[in-house]
């Protein structure tokens, strides 16, 4: 059985005692249901062939004290045929902190990229991008700390530092690794233009102690007091598909709406790119993992939006010493109608192709997918 992790158990405390206290504003309770019904599952896809439950979830956020805040987040899915649950967040954030710095600790989804920090209910797509289902699990969530500063500029731009275990991404490893296991470096640049305007650009940089063992490997090293059980237990967070030493990512958004109201009309455009260096010890400078995303998605009526993207994915399959190249593409069509804030239901249609060392690519896959939310959710981010 899983542990639940002793920040969970903080939080839970500290919200009974502010609700005992009897604080008006004090903690907001919300959740998620995601359903889906999928004609055929896609390679790295997230969501199992026929109708199941996606990523569904629970949460509470609020004050502890006059300084912190803190969110704890249950997760509940199938994959594999089995529903799955687990504590995906649990963290304490400072909220008074001087010179536009803040700080978190707990389990949270690291700031990498542009999607992994959004909860997926809130994507665009019913499925992520390649570049997160090979590179991060689909979302990548992990036990560490973070500390963020807001530089006093006229244009929105922050730089932050993460420190994580690490094994919620890379689970096995080559050789034994002390914690932490991966630290994180990521900047956003941000601004507007005009009142009808605004953009985004991100640069992450992940440096991994990780290395991941070869699958032919059964052994597995670990920090060894929680290795054993982390490499057995199947939950939550699957881990990565292909991962590194070096993941360098660079993301750009661009928002229009022609009337300056985004909820009547507004274009987003988004793009993704990552790349994986030094995947192995027997690894060279010709072995890299690269991604690419690319999504442009339109809401032409306060209540309907259309979507198109295109995904790639270029990879080095390690086979013992040497690598196999391995490559994957994948467009996607989609259409939501979002009766308001709180539901979406949304058709997507998605196709696989050019695959190589990939053995169940889908030419074609429907997906129709249902998301309710009810109760208080915190602001999404840009």
Known sequence: MKKTPWIATLLLLASTTSLAQGKKDSWQF???????HTTRALELGARDQGLQLGHSDLSATGPVGPWLRAYLGAVVETHDGKLEKGIEEAFLETTALPYGLRARAGRFA?????????????????????????????????????????LPTPFYWMVGGEAFRGKKL????????????????????????GRS???????????????AALEEEHE??????????????HE????????????????????????????????????????????????????THRANALSVVWRFHPSWEVGARTDSLTVAMP??????????????????????????????YSRQRDAQEFEHPSKRTLQLQWVLAFGGHGAHSF
């Open 30 to 36: 919300g959740g998620v249901l995601d359903i889906t």
């Open 236 to 287: 939550h967070g699957h881990g990565a598909a292909f991962s590194g030493r070096n993941t360098r990512m660079l993301d750009f958004t661009w928002k229009w709406a022609p009337s300056g109201n985004n909820r009547e009309q507004q274009v987003r455009v988004s793009f993704e790119t990552a790349r994986i260096t030094k995947i192995n010890p027997f690894s060279g400078k010709g072995d």
């Open 197 to 211: 305007q605004s953009w985004q650009l991100g640069l992450s940089y992940i440096k991994s102690r990780r290395v």
């Open 170 to 193: 890379v689970p096995e490893t080559w050789d034994r690794v002390k914690n932490p296991g991966i630290a994180t470096l990521v900047t956003k640049f941000g601004g507007d233009l």
């Open 319 to 348: 086979h013992d010493d040497h690598f196999h190249k391995g490559r994957l593409r994948e467009d996607a069509l989609m259409l939501a109608w979002k009766p308001s804030h709180m539901q979406a239901l949304r058709l997507q």
């Open 110 to 150: 690291s700031q990498v990229g542009y999607l992994n920090q959004q909860h997926q209910h809130a994507d665009d797509f019913s499925e992520r991008p390649l570049l997160y289902r090979a590179f991060f699990g689909g979302h990548w969530n992990d036990d560490g700390v973070r500390l963020n500063m807001t």
């Open 220 to 233: 597995h090293h670990d920090d060894g007091d929680e290795g054993h059980e982390e490499g057995h237990e």
